[in-house]
């Protein structure tokens, strides 16, 4: 009786230890995962520029205008700004042509019999976490090129001019390899791996817990009397 006593002590004290680890493990990989999402978020932020357009209101004829706008910027930057190489360079196309954005914006609202105003120009967004064809970008604060329709007190619409994530084929969400490639040179591995896959965050811990599981029945069923 004192010997089984004594492998039931063991075994819990075991089984206690088992259940710390996996607990630290799970800590440690969310600890991981966490400053990784962080690192990826900093360079992704300081190599892109994202594309804000904001509507007037949430109307169904101001979210009309929106997505018109939207069309008609993109169709009239999509040559210029492929000759971007960099961020920086973006940005410089952007404010060199933003007079004819805001006018190329004003042309297609006033074929719509819109008097709304349109500004544009360069901020520091917060942006959501957001899916391009099959990038996700993690949330937080972004450049972004924003064209503002009246008081900009709409829902809006956003995607990233540099590099080229505006003009994927999105009815297949592809994305062009180009693009994928320029964001692999800034990204190492495991940074690219976070917004290209979406593995379950808990597969190591699930690996972990099953295998204890394992250890525990055959264990249990050893210890009884």
Not at 15 to 41: C, D, E, M, P, W
Not at 102 to 108: E, F, K, P, Q, W
Request: net charge negative.
């Amino acid at each position: 009786m004192i010997s089984y006593k004594n492998k039931l002590y063991s075994f819990i004290v075991f089984l206690l230890l088992i259940l710390l680890i996996g607990s630290l493990s799970t800590t440690f990989i969310h600890l991981r995962k966490n400053s990784v999402y962080a690192a990826t978020q900093q360079e992704l932020a300081s190599h892109v520029v994202r594309f804000h357009v904001l509507a007037e209101s949430d109307s169904e004829e101001d979210q009309k205008l929106k997505l018109l706008v939207k069309t008609a910027v993109l169709e009239y930057m999509e040559q210029p700004l492929a000759r971007a190489s960099s961020a920086e360079e973006a940005l410089e196309i952007l404010d060199r042509y933003t007079d004819d954005i805001i006018r190329v914006a004003s042309d297609t609202l006033a074929k719509q019999g819109s008097t709304l105003s349109v500004k544009a120009g360069t901020e520091l967004v917060y942006f959501p976490e957001k899916t391009y064809g099959d990038l996700t970008f993690p949330a937080g604060y972004y450049t972004a090129y924003r064209i503002l329709l009246g008081s900009g007190g709409g829902q809006n619409w956003w995607c990233v001019l540099y590099p080229p994530l505006c003009f994927i084929d999105v009815t297949h969400c592809i994305v062009p390899e180009e693009s994928k490639e320029e964001i692999k040179s800034f990204l190492n591995e495991e940074e690219y791996a976070l917004i290209t896959t979406n593995l379950p965050d808990e597969q190591n811990t699930v690996e972990i817990r099953f295998r204890l599981l394992d250890w525990l029945t055959s264990n249990t069923s050893s210890a009884t009397p």
